[in-house]
C-alpha cells in the first residue's frame, strides 16, 4: 500500500538577485529548470543578497520562491507542483518563468 503525505506551504520566502552580468541570452537558460536543473543551478547562484529589494532599470533580476512548513522545514519543490504568481508587466519584463513557477527572471522596465 502506498501511502501520500499532502503538505501545505505555511509561509513562502520570496528571494531576488542581480543576474545582470552573468545572464548572457534568453537561449542559455532551460525554462523546464526545476530541481537540480533550476535557474539558480543553471546561473551558478551560491548565494542571495540578503533579501535586498531594491532594483535598478534595465538590470535582470532572477526571483525564487522557497516554500516552508509550519516547523520551518524547507519543502522540496518538484515538478508535479505550480506555484501561480501575478507581475505587474507594467514594471517587469519576464524573461523565463519555469516549469513549476518557483523561479522567475525579469528585466526591469522604465515603468
Same mark, same amino acid.
Request: proline share 1%.
Given at each position: 500500500?502506498?501511502s501520500i503525505?499532502? %503538505?501545505?506551504?505555511?509561509?513562502? #520566502?520570496?528571494? /531576488?538577485? !542581480?543576474?545582470?552580468?552573468?545572464y548572457? !541570452?534568453?537561449?542559455? /537558460?532551460?525554462?523546464? =529548470?526545476?530541481?537540480? *536543473?533550476?535557474?539558480? *543551478?543553471?546561473?551558478?547562484?551560491?548565494?542571495?543578497?540578503?533579501? @535586498?529589494? /531594491?532594483?535598478?532599470?534595465h538590470? %535582470?533580476? $532572477?526571483i525564487?520562491?522557497?516554500?516552508? !512548513?509550519? +516547523?520551518?522545514?524547507?519543502?522540496?519543490?518538484? +515538478? *508535479? /507542483?505550480?506555484?501561480? +504568481?501575478?507581475i505587474d508587466?507594467?514594471?517587469?519584463? %519576464? $524573461?523565463?518563468? #519555469?516549469?513549476?513557477?518557483s @523561479?522567475?527572471?525579469?528585466?526591469?522596465k *522604465? =515603468?
Amino acid at each position: 500500500m502506498t501511502s501520500i503525505n499532502v %503538505v501545505e506551504p505555511f509561509r513562502i #520566502n520570496l528571494e /531576488i538577485i !542581480d543576474i545582470t552580468s552573468i545572464y548572457t !541570452d534568453k537561449k542559455s /537558460i532551460d525554462d523546464k =529548470g526545476v530541481g537540480l *536543473n533550476s535557474f539558480q *543551478n543553471q546561473l551558478k547562484i551560491k548565494e542571495w543578497d540578503n533579501g @535586498e529589494w /531594491i532594483v535598478v532599470v534595465h538590470k %535582470v533580476y $532572477l526571483i525564487k520562491a522557497f516554500l516552508f !512548513d509550519e +516547523n520551518n522545514q524547507k519543502i522540496t519543490l518538484t +515538478n *508535479n /507542483i505550480e506555484i501561480s +504568481n501575478q507581475i505587474d508587466m507594467k514594471y517587469f519584463d %519576464v $524573461l523565463h518563468k #519555469n516549469q513549476i513557477g518557483s @523561479e522567475v527572471i525579469v528585466k526591469i522596465k *522604465n =515603468g
